[in-house]
């Protein structure tokens, strides 16, 4: 069965630096999906940025970055120049190339100081 | 934009009654989810729904049932609540089984 592991149950970053969220995945597929869901205090979740496994390349949205690390079964997430509206839980996210349910990380909660 | 509408954000209920978690999405999504969040735990999925009238156990599905009666509404059924499903609830669906899920808000469930 597959796992998600998010070993920073919370993080800080000062307005405008650079923070990185630690994800881990443990799987026996060679392809499947990689995803950063954020869900800010009292709003609904929205998906942040998505990772295919048999892209080499790591994918970015503006501000937000990955390392995916294929062999290592990682995927971190960095947001550069953080900003306050950035402070929410972030979870990571695995789903199999079949598609069905998305299996979640336990979640990292960012502050942003100003 | 998806509008997925959950609807209640905040209940309160009583050990043994019977509570209906309803949840609408406004875009023709085939697929819908019912996930529980707690705190150190993640989300874990309840059940989903791929089709109208079709339902599928997720991780935990005991104490719970489902209903999916037209393809826009996703029911999560408490037959009798217990104090060990207070919890956060979030729905959500997608157009495939391997597009984006998009949520609603979260229904916040107390049982006393």
């Known amino acids: 069965a597959q796992t998600v592991t998010q070993s920073q149950p919370e993080m800080s970053v000062q307005e405008a630096e650079t923070v990185t969220l630690s994800c881990t995945y443990d799987?026996?597929?060679?392809?499947?999906?990689l995803f950063w869901y954020k869900q800010p205090p009292s709003r609904q979740m929205i998906l942040v940025i998505r990772q295919e496994a048999y892209k080499q390349q790591n994918a970015t949205e503006n501000r937000f970055s990955v390392n995916f690390q294929k062999a290592a079964k990682s995927f971190s997430l960095k947001i550069s120049d953080s900003q306050l509206g950035d402070a929410a839980m972030y979870f990571c996210a695995y789903r199999s190339i079949q598609g069905g349910k998305l299996i979640f990380g336990q979640g990292t909660e960012l502050s942003v100081k100003p | 934009d998806v509008k997925v509408t959950q609807s209640s954000r905040y209940l309160v209920k009583r050990t043994g009654e019977k509570v209906f978690l309803e949840c609408v999405q406004d875009m023709d999504h085939e697929n819908m989810f019912w996930y529980r969040q707690d705190p150190g735990l993640g989300l874990r999925l309840i059940y989903f729904?791929?089709?109208?009238?079709?339902?599928e156990k997720g991780d935990i599905p005991e104490g719970y049932s489902v209903s999916r009666e037209k393809k826009e509404r996703f029911s999560l059924i408490l037959e009798s609540a217990s104090t060990n499903q207070t919890s956060m609830y979030l729905c959500a669906s997608s157009l495939q089984l391997t597009g984006e899920l998009f949520f609603g808000e979260g229904s916040r469930l107390t049982v006393l």
């Open positions: 799987t026996s597929e060679s392809d499947y999906y």
């Open positions: 729904s791929y089709d109208v009238k079709m339902k």
